[in-house]
């Protein structure tokens, strides 16, 4: 085979073969295929689409490339969550000890934040000493002790994946249906798991701004994970606000850790309760999916989400009294209530402005060899739909200087819509997909 | 500016600025963007076009890229020929010696066969010592000299072009319309002529197969030369079959001696008749096109284009017994006659298969960096609607060895159509365009 036979093909808008595809994955692997051509042959794929065949050849040859990380010999379903990414979506930090103290193992290999979106493993390195490093075989004795690991891909899963990503982002080719259920999926695949339930964020502050292509998402990821032997669910979820009342790593900690103790805000418990709902559903066969919300609620109420939560910082190394006293997590040094411009109801808080803001206090990366603050961020004091007095602290900024905190100021105020009276109550979650269908 | 952004609006169908285009030729030539987004680029350039703006732009932008040689010095109108390409397609060394014979200054800059299709500055150097590597200083005082001077393109005309030609070829990006005038073209702009005649080929041995694509070519030509400032005419030639009788270095060189002595065949005389006057017509203002034609065929049966020609061959270099006894050019150690498999008429000699035979006895080039034997090819021995007995030799193989020549035999077959009755006439000439029209 010849890669640029490969890529006419693609570029005449043929269907590759599994061959083929499998051909330039190895090839983006091994690097004997070079990035030139990779980066045009997935420009060809960007411009002319892959089928659902192609798609899952695709994502068995990207899982090919690496380990599969083997499970096998613990018993239970194991079940991961995905979310396509959302501000102050921090539902991972209470999901993983949930569904786990519920008896169902969740072996979650999460990401770091690029862009405007947050990443679990910057979350949990707000905690002093949380190694998110872990070998392969310490992965597997904590999900066999604890039913729960919290870990960062290795990089011996998928690593075609992270050559194609590498260039996807410098080549305009990274919003592509078929290259990006391939990239979430080949690595969810290669961790070794059983199910999947997936969180499609819709909105401003999501990837998909219009639900029409976060639904095309969600049916593109539910059917290739179906395909790839995955029992999976998925949610279509709103992300024009952020979810809960906080944005940043330390905050949004301390804020999972109120959820934990039963209180938090509602929006964040709802979501992470039906979410967790739907992986205990999938990790216990012959469970209702009512049955399992009225477990993960109870479980939830009595404290042992929190306890698992505390065994697992402390396997994973990080500081306890963290979690013990929230205090103690990391504070940023300036910390400046923003005011409500006029007197009214919160009509916006628009979750990709805030985001963005967020990065630009240090909170998450421009660029992925960016170093992130865990103390930074925002802490949102109402939300949409509240009434608010002139000048009452709407926001309160964390940042590492008064210059930072004036520096998004103006992004703040864009952010910001207060009208006189009450917007129309939005649903959080806006469909359900797949085998909870 | 940012790559990536460039990428991404011609990735959506936007049109470029001028700006953009050169920031990233510039970064094309000085190595600034890297090859991985340029070839994302050339292929959403590709799949997207351009308009005539942005071709135009690019045009320009190459030819800023390097040196634009200055003739202004010489006097006259300084004109060239290009050929898209074609199998046994020598006319230039009949028309730049005939050309300047009649006074019209021909700095021509030539390439070298890749592909199926030969390239000029192989055929020269089938005469021993010819050199095609002059400076710039000395094919100035060449022009000055003798109106006429047979070169390279040296490495500072246009490199931009070199490095997205490299790319192309080996992303799938070659056959785009833009693409290739701005290639064409900026070379030629370079080159510092006044006045440019096209032959733009169409049939099974040139780049476009067909009439329309070729035409589109001819028109995309011939409106972008124009805004690029040059006086510029186009013929739209047939090459379903090889023009003359010969193809490979030392045969082609030996046809044209015969075709400058006054013989050789009728469809190479009548091509390089009417090319070379259309350049005359061009570099003479106030002249007509029939006067050029009755200068250019007069000046053939002169002899003056032998003579002017043997000139060319002794300043550079060239062993000029060779023009003057044609049988001291390198011979093949093996010359097989192929015999007509059946009586009749020959209807077809396809030039596409006859060229990729030719690079397979080693005449042209399946890599850019081959090497050539100037001494094998072919000599036909009859052409497309001649009458042909059984047996009868029809095309004599000149090859280096038995096993070669035997290697190429199932293309010639592949090749080579007999039919009892005479194809009807095609004509040579499909249509001009430009000035000429």
Redesign the interface.
């Given at each position: 085979m010849r890669?640029?036979?490969i890529?006419?093909a693609k570029?005449d808008g043929l269907v590759l073969t599994a061959d083929q595809i499998g051909w330039m994955v190895a090839g983006a692997s091994d690097g004997s295929v070079?990035?030139?051509?990779?980066?045009?042959w997935?420009?060809?794929v960007?411009?002319?689409g892959m089928t659902t065949d192609e798609t899952a050849a695709l994502t068995e040859a990207m899982v090919d490339s690496g380990v599969r990380v083997d499970l096998s010999t613990l018993p239970g379903v194991k079940v991961d969550k995905h979310s396509t990414g959302g501000v102050g979506d921090k539902t991972s930090l209470v999901i993983a000890p949930l569904v786990a103290a519920c008896g169902v193992p969740v072996p979650m290999m999460s990401g770091r934040g690029l862009g405007h979106t947050g990443g679990t493993l910057d979350k949990l390195e707000a905690i002093t000493g949380f190694r998110t490093g872990l070998s392969l075989d310490e992965f597997r004795a904590q999900l066999a002790d604890l039913g729960c690991a919290l870990i960062g891909q290795t990089r011996d899963v998928a690593p075609a994946d992270r050559t194609l990503y590498a260039?996807r982002?410098?080549?305009?080719?990274v919003e592509s249906l078929p290259l990006i259920c391939a990239s979430i999926l080949s690595k969810k695949v290669a961790e070794g798991i059983d199910a999947l339930v997936l969180d499609v964020k819709v909105g401003s502050g999501a990837f998909m701004q219009s639900e029409r292509d976060a639904r095309a998402l969600a049916d593109a990821l539910v059917s290739l994970a179906e395909r790839s032997g995955l029992h999976v669910a998925a949610l279509l979820t709103n992300m024009d606000a952020p979810l809960g009342r906080t944005i940043g790593n330390a905050l949004e900690v301390r804020e999972c850790l109120d959820v934990m103790r039963g209180g938090g805000p509602a929006d964040l418990v709802a979501l992470s309760l039906e979410l967790s709902a739907l992986m205990v559903w999938l990790g216990m066969p012959g469970s209702s999916l009512d049955a399992s919300r009225d477990l993960v609620r109870i479980t939830l109420a009595s404290g042992a989400a929190f306890d698992r939560f505390r065994a697992v910082v402390e396997r994973q190394g990080g500081d306890v009294r963290m979690i013990d006293d929230p205090q103690q997590l990391p504070h940023a040094a300036v910390q400046r209530p923003f005011p409500a411009p006029r007197g009214g109801f919160v009509e916006r808080l628009d979750a990709g402005i805030l985001g963005r803001a967020a990065v630009l206090l240090g909170a998450g990366r421009a660029r992925a060899d960016d170093r992130v603050d865990p103390a930074v961020g925002f802490d949102l004091q109402a939300t949409v739909g509240d009434a608010i007095s002139v000048g009452a602290p709407l926001i309160v900024v964390h940042a590492r200087s008064a210059a930072d905190a004036d520096a998004v100021w103006p992004m703040l105020t864009e952010a910001v819509r207060i009208a006189d009276q009450a917007p129309a109550p939005q649903p959080l979650i806006l469909d359900r997909l797949g085998a909870a269908r």
């Open positions: 890669a640029v036979d890529i006419r570029r070079p990035d030139y051509q990779l980066s045009a997935l420009m060809a960007w411009l002319r260039l982002d410098v080549t305009a080719t």
